[in-house]
């Protein structure tokens, strides 16, 4: 049983939104193959906060790379594992998340292997991930939906919930969860897991664009027809 989706006035606008992102973005390719197994899009996730994505990728690649398997990264040294994420933002506390993280899933699943997800609905998958060290509602929503297993749930980083909330269609002080939550049910239903992916990746091309965190640029946004923000704004 997926997640519970209904007919909702807001899928109208999503709708027209996607239409306009793509337009002004054009569509996006998915991560390549290597970097769609739900372990590395958990390990990317972990040490990923307030650090763009690109350099994120690139120390998950870095991570495997040098240790050879997750389980070795687990076992290796905080302070080795810092070092490897200077890069991060915040490296220190994405050494320690990590270290934690992949502990926890080896002790629980003796390896760092997140196959059995595959058997649990989306719902039930999310839940057994946020059990996890370090894992709220983006990672494990990221897990679901952005690796092989493709699953419709959408993932809201800092700058797709600013949107959401500045156009009106989730609660203006909502967290990540609370915001899954009410922008869910509006979710169009004949979208794919894909679709869900692309729609996530071009909202963050729309809140590094347009709809920045101070200042937005709502007289040249490319959804100001859609969003009550921008409407009063300009």
């Known amino acids: 049983m997926e997640l519970p989706l209904g007919d909702d006035p807001r899928s109208a606008v999503l709708r027209r ?59 290796a040294p905080v302070e080795a594992l810092q070092a490897e994420l200077a ?44 059990q996890l060290p370090g894992v709220g509602r983006k990672i494990a929503a990221g897990v679901m939906n952005a690796s092989t297993l493709d699953r419709r749930a959408i993932v809201l980083d800092g700058h797709h919930t600013r949107i959401l909330q500045r156009m009106g269609l989730i609660p203006r002080k909502a967290n990540t969860a609370r ?18 992916d692309e729609h996530h990746l071009l909202m963050k091309k729309l809140g590094q664009t347009w709809c920045r965190p101070a200042r937005p640029l709502c007289a040249d946004c490319v959804a100001l027809s859609l969003c009550e923000t921008g409407r009063r704004r300009a």
């Open 87 to 130: 890069t991060q933002t915040y490296p220190n506390i994405a050494a320690e998340r990590l270290k934690a993280c992949l502990t926890e899933l080896v002790g629980m699943r003796g390896a760092v292997d997140l196959a059995h997800l595959a058997r649990l609905e989306t719902g039930a998958a999310m839940d057994w991930l946020e």
């Open 17 to 75: 939104l996607q239409a306009l992102l793509v337009q002004r973005f054009g569509h996006i390719e998915r991560a390549a193959a290597a970097r769609r197994r739900p372990e590395w899009v958990l390990v990317q996730g972990v040490i990923g906060a307030r650090t763009k994505s690109e350099v994120s990728n690139a120390a998950a690649d870095r991570l495997l790379r040098k240790w050879g398997s997750w389980e070795a990264v687990a076992e």
């Open 179 to 196: 915001a899954f939550a009410a922008i869910m049910p509006a979710m169009p239903e004949d979208w794919s897991g894909a679709d869900y």
